[in-house]
């Protein structure tokens, strides 16, 4: 036991006091005639007033061991009741471990327990052997959060696990808010077999054509250490790039970036191989497909016209309007045997740029538009068709529009371009007929049709089109093409519907055939009849998106998931829409629907809600081992706007789940904790991490000195014996 | 042989009245309103044949003639609106019809042959403009405006009189869908059956009148191309050919 002695008056009371002790020197020269003992006695009473104004206090003090305050959290996910190599479950042996070792944590440490799922419970000792696992998974960032909000923070957290939970981008907050050095005890099989898995692909969802971009691979090998790794990425079947990266530890994740360029438009496949030096079996090879979708920022279009027409002015008006089209275009505007009543240098017209537009420029164009071009009076080498041919083979898009000089009498026929047509033409010339009709719908549900909400209104909107002027006659439809429209009386040579509108892939393009140059009627037909009046834009700009790839992407899209989850609750999957223009949709303007079939053949639809705009996050709880599939319908604006799914196997708390050290690991090593398995830890050294005990001392009572009422009757005593003594001697 | 083509199209054409088949040819179409619709009956003739003779632009030599409730009106791109008296004000539903057709890509040449720099036809003009996009107001078109090099650069117009020094014009949607001349263009295109003007353009005489033919053919050509000849590809040559001091 000891003491201590403190003052506890304010700043005003020091004041008083020293002003006090300050007027007491000051009338010191009237005190010095005064007999000693009567100035003593003054001077003692002056102190005692003076003393009490500072107030003293006494404190008896003790002194105690104080212990770090240490929160251990016992994981009871799902995952946790599976059984390991020990023929416990990991819960279990989790439990009995800290139990064993309680007197001795006890020593070095306040222990706060704790079970956690999908957020900290507390537990005292007693409850301990009876805990359970939780279905729902482990949640990091809400348990750490939970320990926070229990009261005094804790100085060291222990958390055991099998590490099957996601950390999630809440974590690091978490973790930062937390401030606490975070160990993570594994739980799990202490035999580690060899073993690599891709643990995760991070890649844009959509990217720019011609942009580069970057895919990370993280790959998990266990017991691989001196082994050489090898990644390679496909796309196509062909090789892109590889990766031979060294793992040296029992236990490593290994990391590869990949740098890729986005060369064609559309959804392109890739597949991440990785395979380990010396696998004669081929025991340890994995491989993962991911897919990225590449979108135009622009379409660059080239639009050559044979000659001015409504068609043409329309047509380039509408493609010149929309922001996404960065459109070059020419017309004839003169033909050779033209005469002019002014000199050349008074006219706006510039040379034909033939070779820029078929050789030089033309793959720099995702779309070439040829409308009514005739070729042969140009005198233009049959190389340039050639090469035209070439660029569709290789991904760009055609689109010929009809006219008298688009196909046979312009000299396409037995030409290198008639090879893409997906028609072939007559050896008649004059295969163009003037006439109005109204075309009919060959391919209801092609997607390019679909141009209404709904497929009575798609149909309503094209029974209710004026009659266009005017169709080329074809010899035949080529195998493998699709006719979308077609003339409702007239027949190829070879007796089938005529084809008004036809498309066909040729190598890696698209064509698109119309076989007349009057769509400008339905442009105007959005006069007389308000219904029509976006028709001729939606009817261009599809075709647009059609042959750049663009219509038949993906507006709906599941992020990627692994083929297996791991059996953890709730399972979130990531849902996105898109707008004809890859913006993201705002929630408010989708109607959307999950349909989620479970193993057992149950179907229900799961909750989702707006992560961010455009980005939904759906939860599946209560999952059963398994196959589930979701599907995710979207409607847009009204109308159906696309639809994905995806497969995934629950594993469910399987007994050879692997202890997923990495998750263990990203939890520790950001707080300069530690990672250790449950199952060979040195007890001594994990408490060592802890604080050191501290010895305090603790009040154990106080004594205010100053609230003795005997300091005042002193006082007046002393005063008395002094005004006794200046009697007697004769002072008064 | 271009010539005779186009005679032949013509006898052609004219025993096949009523059918509406222009295919890709450009049509010469008339708005009929009032009494006074037809100042100059045979002048787009003239025009067409030059037209044919300048251009590569087919067309079609017979005239289409339509009221504005003609159901045709739809299937029409390109209506001239000429005369010299104030035709009767329109009615609601013809305001409402002339809107839409001009709003859904149609578009308008009006004409005031009157050689008056306020005649009536010009006040009803501005007025019926006012009502039918009155949004969009009637001012004349700058000097860069490209309809002065759609095909012939210009730096000045014509016409059979000078009473404006500028073509005027309604944008929509970025789109000049009115054009309006009060020079007489089509007085400067007609002629007599020997060949020879019936008029004559004054004060500049025949370069005043080969403007008019100019600019006439330059608003077809608008018609067809649009701003075709604004885009930057073309700026530099046009440039050129300004600084080379023609026209």
């Given at each position: 036991m000891s003491f201590s002695f403190a003052f506890e008056s304010s700043a005003v009371e020091w004041a008083t006091a020293a002003l006090f002790l300050l007027g007491l020197a000051l009338l010191w020269r009237f005190l010095a005639p005064l007999p000693a003992a009567v100035r003593r006695l003054r001077i003692f009473t002056a102190l005692i007033l003076a003393g009490l104004l500072?107030?003293?206090?006494?404190?008896?003090?003790?002194?105690?061991?104080?212990?770090?305050?240490?929160?251990?959290?016992?994981?009871?996910?799902?995952?946790?009741?599976g059984k390991d190599d020990f023929d416990r479950a990991r819960l279990k042996r989790a439990v009995d471990w800290i139990l064993r070792h309680r007197a001795e944590i006890e020593k070095h440490a306040e222990v706060s327990l704790y079970g956690g799922a999908a957020g900290a419970h507390r537990l005292d000792w007693n409850e301990l052997e009876s805990l359970q696992a939780d279905n729902a998974a482990f949640e990091p960032a809400s348990v750490l959060s939970d320990l926070l909000?229990?009261?005094?923070?804790?100085?060291?957290?222990?958390?055991?696990?099998?590490?099957?939970?996601?950390?999630?981008?809440?974590?690091?907050?978490?973790?930062?808010?937390?401030?606490?050095?975070?160990?993570?005890?594994?739980?799990?099989?202490?035999?580690?077999?060899?073993?690599?898995?891709i643990a995760g692909i991070e890649t844009p969802d959509f990217v720019f054509l011609h942009s580069r971009f970057e895919t990370g691979v993280s790959v998990e090998a266990h017991r691989l250490e001196g082994k050489s790794v090898t990644l390679t990425l496909r796309h196509e079947g062909k090789i892109l790039q590889k990766r031979v990266l060294q793992a040296k530890r029992p236990f490593e994740i290994l990391r590869a970036t990949f740098t890729l360029e986005a060369a064609a438009l559309g959804s392109q496949d890739y597949r991440i191989a990785v395979l380990v030096e010396g696998d004669q079996d081929k025991r340890l090879r994995v491989s993962r497909g991911f897919r990225v979708e590449v979108i135009r920022q622009k379409y660059r279009i080239m639009y050559l016209a044979g000659r001015p027409s409504f068609e043409?002015?329309?047509?380039?008006?509408?493609?010149?309007?929309?922001?996404?089209?960065?459109?070059?275009?020419?017309?004839?505007?003169?033909?050779?045997?033209d005469v002019s009543p002014v000199p050349d240098n008074q006219l706006s017209l510039i040379p034909f740029p033939a070779t820029e537009i078929f050789v030089k420029n033309l793959f720099q164009f995702d779309l070439f538009i040829l409308e009514n071009f005739a070729y042969y009076r140009f005198?233009?080498?049959?190389?340039?068709?050639?090469?035209?041919?070439?660029?569709?083979?290789?991904?760009?898009?055609?689109?010929?529009?009809?006219?008298?000089?688009?196909f046979t009498k312009g000299g396409y026929r037995g030409s290198p371009l008639e090879e893409t047509f997906p028609v072939t033409l007559l050896p008649d010339k004059d295969d163009f007929v003037t006439e109005l009709f109204k075309p009919t719908l060959a391919a209801v549900d092609h997607p390019f049709l679909a141009v209404g909400d709904t497929r009575a209104e798609s149909k309503a909107l094209w029974d209710a089109l004026p009659p266009l002027d005017g169709y080329a006659r074809f010899s035949d439809v080529r195998p493998g093409a699709s006719v979308l429209l077609s003339h409702p009386r007239a027949k190829t040579a070879s007796g089938r519907p005529l084809p008004i509108v036809a498309v066909q892939e040729f190598g890696r393009g698209k064509v698109m055939l119309v076989g007349t140059d009057s769509t400008w009627r339905w442009k105007l037909a959005g006069g007389r009849d308000w219904k029509l009046s976006s028709f001729y834009a939606r009817f261009w700009s599809r075709a647009v998106q059609y042959l750049t790839g663009s219509l038949e992407l993906k507006k709906v899209k599941f992020s990627p998931l692994p083929e297996r989850m791991p059996a953890r609750e709730p399972a979130i999957l990531s849902l996105r829409v898109f707008d004809e223009h890859f913006r993201a949709v705002p929630g408010v303007d989708v109607d959307l629907k999950v349909v989620w079939s479970r193993p057992d053949g149950t179907t229900t639809s799961p909750a989702h809600f707006e992560r961010e705009p455009g980005v939904?996050?759906?939860?599946?709880?209560?999952?059963?081992?398994?196959?589930?599939?979701?599907?995710?319908?979207?409607r847009y604006r009204g109308q159906l706007w696309g639809e994905d799914g995806v497969n995934f196997v629950w594993e469910g708390?399987?007994?050879?789940?692997?202890?997923?050290?990495?998750?263990?690991?990203?939890?520790?090593?950001?707080?300069?904790?530690?990672?250790?398995?449950?199952?060979?830890?040195?007890?001594?050294?994990?408490?060592?991490?802890?604080?050191?005990?501290?010895?305090?001392?603790?009040?154990?009572?106080?004594?205010?000195?100053?609230?003795?009422?005997?300091w005042l009757a002193l006082a007046v005593f002393l005063l008395l014996g002094e005004w006794f003594l200046r009697r007697r001697r004769g002072y008064l | 042989m271009k010539r005779l083509t186009f005679l032949l199209m013509s006898v052609f054409l004219l025993s096949a009245q009523g059918h509406a088949q222009i295919g890709d040819k450009f049509v010469w179409s008339q708005l009929r309103i009032g009494e006074e619709w037809d100042p100059y009956p045979g002048v787009h003739s003239e025009i067409l044949k030059f037209v044919v003779d300048t251009t590569s632009v087919l067309v079609i030599p017979e005239r289409r003639v339509l009221t504005i409730s003609d159901a045709k009106l739809f299937g029409s791109p390109f209506l001239l609106l000429a005369g010299k008296g104030a035709p009767p004000a329109l009615d609601a539903a013809a305001v409402g019809r002339l809107r839409d057709y001009l709003t859904s890509g149609g578009f308008l040449w009006i004409e005031d042959t009157s050689g008056m720099a306020n005649g009536p036809f010009d006040a009803w003009v501005r007025n019926t403009l006012a009502t039918v996009l009155p949004d969009s107001d009637l001012k004349p078109l700058p000097k860069d405006h490209v309809l002065y090099k759609t095909f012939f650069l210009m730096r000045r117009i014509g016409g059979r009189v000078m009473v404006s020094g500028s073509v005027e014009g309604v944008d929509w949607a970025g789109k000049t869908v009115v054009v309006y001349s009060r020079n007489d263009l089509l007085g400067a295109w007609v002629r007599d059956p020997l060949g020879n003007p019936v008029f004559a353009c004054v004060p500049g005489g025949e370069a005043q009148r080969l403007e008019a033919k100019k600019l006439s053919l330059n608003i077809v050509m608008y018609a067809l191309t649009g701003s075709y000849k604004a885009d930057a590809v073309h700026t530099p040559f046009i440039l050129q050919k300004m600084r080379s001091g023609a026209p």
């Amino acid at each position: 036991m000891s003491f201590s002695f403190a003052f506890e008056s304010s700043a005003v009371e020091w004041a008083t006091a020293a002003l006090f002790l300050l007027g007491l020197a000051l009338l010191w020269r009237f005190l010095a005639p005064l007999p000693a003992a009567v100035r003593r006695l003054r001077i003692f009473t002056a102190l005692i007033l003076a003393g009490l104004l500072f107030k003293p206090v006494l404190s008896r003090l003790d002194s105690r061991s104080i212990r770090p305050r240490l929160s251990v959290v016992i994981d009871r996910g799902p995952s946790m009741q599976g059984k390991d190599d020990f023929d416990r479950a990991r819960l279990k042996r989790a439990v009995d471990w800290i139990l064993r070792h309680r007197a001795e944590i006890e020593k070095h440490a306040e222990v706060s327990l704790y079970g956690g799922a999908a957020g900290a419970h507390r537990l005292d000792w007693n409850e301990l052997e009876s805990l359970q696992a939780d279905n729902a998974a482990f949640e990091p960032a809400s348990v750490l959060s939970d320990l926070l909000s229990a009261g005094a923070p804790p100085e060291r957290v222990w958390v055991l696990s099998d590490g099957a939970f996601e950390n999630g981008e809440t974590l690091a907050p978490a973790l930062a808010r937390l401030g606490s050095p975070v160990d993570a005890l594994g739980v799990g099989p202490k035999r580690i077999p060899k073993s690599l898995s891709i643990a995760g692909i991070e890649t844009p969802d959509f990217v720019f054509l011609h942009s580069r971009f970057e895919t990370g691979v993280s790959v998990e090998a266990h017991r691989l250490e001196g082994k050489s790794v090898t990644l390679t990425l496909r796309h196509e079947g062909k090789i892109l790039q590889k990766r031979v990266l060294q793992a040296k530890r029992p236990f490593e994740i290994l990391r590869a970036t990949f740098t890729l360029e986005a060369a064609a438009l559309g959804s392109q496949d890739y597949r991440i191989a990785v395979l380990v030096e010396g696998d004669q079996d081929k025991r340890l090879r994995v491989s993962r497909g991911f897919r990225v979708e590449v979108i135009r920022q622009k379409y660059r279009i080239m639009y050559l016209a044979g000659r001015p027409s409504f068609e043409y002015s329309h047509l380039r008006a509408q493609l010149k309007g929309d922001p996404n089209h960065e459109l070059v275009s020419f017309v004839i505007l003169r033909n050779p045997e033209d005469v002019s009543p002014v000199p050349d240098n008074q006219l706006s017209l510039i040379p034909f740029p033939a070779t820029e537009i078929f050789v030089k420029n033309l793959f720099q164009f995702d779309l070439f538009i040829l409308e009514n071009f005739a070729y042969y009076r140009f005198n233009l080498p049959a190389a340039y068709l050639e090469n035209l041919k070439r660029f569709v083979a290789q991904g760009g898009a055609l689109l010929i529009v009809g006219g008298e000089n688009a196909f046979t009498k312009g000299g396409y026929r037995g030409s290198p371009l008639e090879e893409t047509f997906p028609v072939t033409l007559l050896p008649d010339k004059d295969d163009f007929v003037t006439e109005l009709f109204k075309p009919t719908l060959a391919a209801v549900d092609h997607p390019f049709l679909a141009v209404g909400d709904t497929r009575a209104e798609s149909k309503a909107l094209w029974d209710a089109l004026p009659p266009l002027d005017g169709y080329a006659r074809f010899s035949d439809v080529r195998p493998g093409a699709s006719v979308l429209l077609s003339h409702p009386r007239a027949k190829t040579a070879s007796g089938r519907p005529l084809p008004i509108v036809a498309v066909q892939e040729f190598g890696r393009g698209k064509v698109m055939l119309v076989g007349t140059d009057s769509t400008w009627r339905w442009k105007l037909a959005g006069g007389r009849d308000w219904k029509l009046s976006s028709f001729y834009a939606r009817f261009w700009s599809r075709a647009v998106q059609y042959l750049t790839g663009s219509l038949e992407l993906k507006k709906v899209k599941f992020s990627p998931l692994p083929e297996r989850m791991p059996a953890r609750e709730p399972a979130i999957l990531s849902l996105r829409v898109f707008d004809e223009h890859f913006r993201a949709v705002p929630g408010v303007d989708v109607d959307l629907k999950v349909v989620w079939s479970r193993p057992d053949g149950t179907t229900t639809s799961p909750a989702h809600f707006e992560r961010e705009p455009g980005v939904f996050q759906i939860e599946l709880s209560e999952l059963a081992e398994g196959r589930h599939r979701i599907r995710a319908i979207a409607r847009y604006r009204g109308q159906l706007w696309g639809e994905d799914g995806v497969n995934f196997v629950w594993e469910g708390p399987r007994s050879d789940a692997p202890l997923n050290r990495r998750a263990l690991q990203e939890l520790s090593e950001p707080t300069r904790g530690e990672y250790r398995d449950l199952y060979r830890i040195d007890l001594q050294a994990l408490l060592s991490s802890l604080p050191p005990v501290r010895e305090e001392q603790a009040v154990r009572s106080r004594q205010h000195l100053w609230t003795w009422s005997g300091w005042l009757a002193l006082a007046v005593f002393l005063l008395l014996g002094e005004w006794f003594l200046r009697r007697r001697r004769g002072y008064l | 042989m271009k010539r005779l083509t186009f005679l032949l199209m013509s006898v052609f054409l004219l025993s096949a009245q009523g059918h509406a088949q222009i295919g890709d040819k450009f049509v010469w179409s008339q708005l009929r309103i009032g009494e006074e619709w037809d100042p100059y009956p045979g002048v787009h003739s003239e025009i067409l044949k030059f037209v044919v003779d300048t251009t590569s632009v087919l067309v079609i030599p017979e005239r289409r003639v339509l009221t504005i409730s003609d159901a045709k009106l739809f299937g029409s791109p390109f209506l001239l609106l000429a005369g010299k008296g104030a035709p009767p004000a329109l009615d609601a539903a013809a305001v409402g019809r002339l809107r839409d057709y001009l709003t859904s890509g149609g578009f308008l040449w009006i004409e005031d042959t009157s050689g008056m720099a306020n005649g009536p036809f010009d006040a009803w003009v501005r007025n019926t403009l006012a009502t039918v996009l009155p949004d969009s107001d009637l001012k004349p078109l700058p000097k860069d405006h490209v309809l002065y090099k759609t095909f012939f650069l210009m730096r000045r117009i014509g016409g059979r009189v000078m009473v404006s020094g500028s073509v005027e014009g309604v944008d929509w949607a970025g789109k000049t869908v009115v054009v309006y001349s009060r020079n007489d263009l089509l007085g400067a295109w007609v002629r007599d059956p020997l060949g020879n003007p019936v008029f004559a353009c004054v004060p500049g005489g025949e370069a005043q009148r080969l403007e008019a033919k100019k600019l006439s053919l330059n608003i077809v050509m608008y018609a067809l191309t649009g701003s075709y000849k604004a885009d930057a590809v073309h700026t530099p040559f046009i440039l050129q050919k300004m600084r080379s001091g023609a026209p």
